[in-house]
């Protein structure tokens, strides 16, 4: 056996969506921030093509990269690597890495609950970790300041006419849509024609909306397309339907804790929300991911909600990934059969 690079990761899922945790192997790229490094990474794409592409990845995988946090408060950081974005902060990776942290023994956890801060490349994240025989069975995080930004904005699709959309950030960019009126139930079933027609949405609001986070320029983008569920309100709180298309087009297996975060914001702005409810996001594949609001704050001139998204995640096992140096194709390749929802 010989290899020019051995990576060590850590896989995981979140209610079901892969966030694998890169543990060793990689020296942390350049840069003075974790924001700085993320970009390093998603412009250099060396580490993204390694273990996003095939043979090593795949369109559903997720990869974190542990890297030595810059804040003095922070316990650990991590860099996101998602199938076409190097985001700010994500829902379900944020539980993947959290759960690998303290399951595997990266940082000490106490029984019955661990606290911990995390660095996203987005800004700090406080975790609560709920602790029982060396598991780590619940994670609730405090989420990045989420903040809807257009309420009820008109939004010509080609094919679909004209939709009526909100746009929001909850630690990464929605186009939120109403999923009853786009003709979906949110059954498993419709994971393909969401995922298909979500990619449009996104595309569409990125071509005549545009996105502006008003602290960092950088992120101007949307990233997602939230089909939003029927809000109900039941004995335990609020509960809806979560369906998250996600470039270059499958669905997000878990609730999508950012769109968990940015729909509370949108409830919020609209009166239907306040820091007494509980708000339980329901993905196509029935896993929850549960959601109030701490408080409120300002994101630049914009008025923000405090969210807390809570979700469980499970190790699946351990990879050394490897680069044989004769392999033709070092950084993998990907074909548009599975990279892209036709
Ligand atoms: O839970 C979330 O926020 C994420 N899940 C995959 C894509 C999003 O970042």
């Known amino acids: 056996m010989r290899s020019s690079k051995t990576i060590h990761v850590v896989s995981a899922h979140a209610e079901g969506e892969v966030g694998d945790v890169i543990v060793g192997g990689v020296a942390p790229p350049p840069g003075d921030t974790i924001w700085e490094q993320s ?16 043979p090593r990845g795949g369109v559903f995988r997720h990869v974190n990269l542990l890297v030595p946090p810059k804040h003095p408060e922070a316990d650990a950081a991590f860099i996101i690597m998602e199938p076409e974005d190097t985001p700010p902060m994500s829902g379900s990776n944020s539980i993947c890495v959290s759960t690998v942290l303290l ?44 903040f809807a930004e257009r309420l009820d904005a008109k939004l010509e699709v080609e094919g679909l006419g004209t939709l009526t959309v909100d746009t929001a950030y909850g630690g990464d960019s929605f186009v939120i849509v109403d999923a009853a009126s786009m003709g979906f139930a949110l059954k498993p079933d419709e994971a ?26 950088d992120w101007k983008h949307f990233s997602f397309c939230l089909f939003a569920g029927p809000v109900e309100r039941t004995a335990e709180g609020l509960r809806a339907g979560a369906a998250v298309a996600i470039q270059p087009g499958k669905v997000d297996r878990s609730p999508t804790g950012t769109a968990l975060s940015a729909r509370m914001a949108v409830l919020h702005a609209r009166g239907q ?27 630049g001139d914009r008025p923000a909600v405090l969210p807390e998204i809570s979700g469980r995640a499970w190790i699946t096992g351990t990879h050394q990934h ?12 990907r074909l548009t059969d599975t990279w892209g929802a036709r």
């Open 322 to 333: 490897m680069l044989d140096p004769s392999d033709p194709w070092p950084e993998g390749y």
């Open 39 to 54: 970009r390093w990474i998603a412009r250099d794409q060396t580490l993204r093509n390694f273990v996003l592409n095939e």
């Open 103 to 146: 399951d595997s023994g990266i940082l000490p956890m106490q029984e019955p609950v661990t606290e911990i801060t995390l660095e996203a490349p987005g800004g700090l994240v406080r975790v609560r970790a709920e602790c029982k025989d060396g598991k780590a069975e619940r994670i609730f995080v405090q989420n990045l300041p989420s």
């Open 192 to 217: 393909h024609d969401i995922a298909r027609l979500g990619v449009r949405i996104t595309n569409a609001a990125n071509a005549a909306l545009g996105f502006h986070h008003p602290e960092n320029p």
């Open 273 to 299: 929300m306040g820091l007494e409810d509980r708000l339980t996001a329901v993905s196509l594949i029935g896993s929850t991911f549960s959601g109030r609001i701490l408080g409120t704050a300002t994101v």
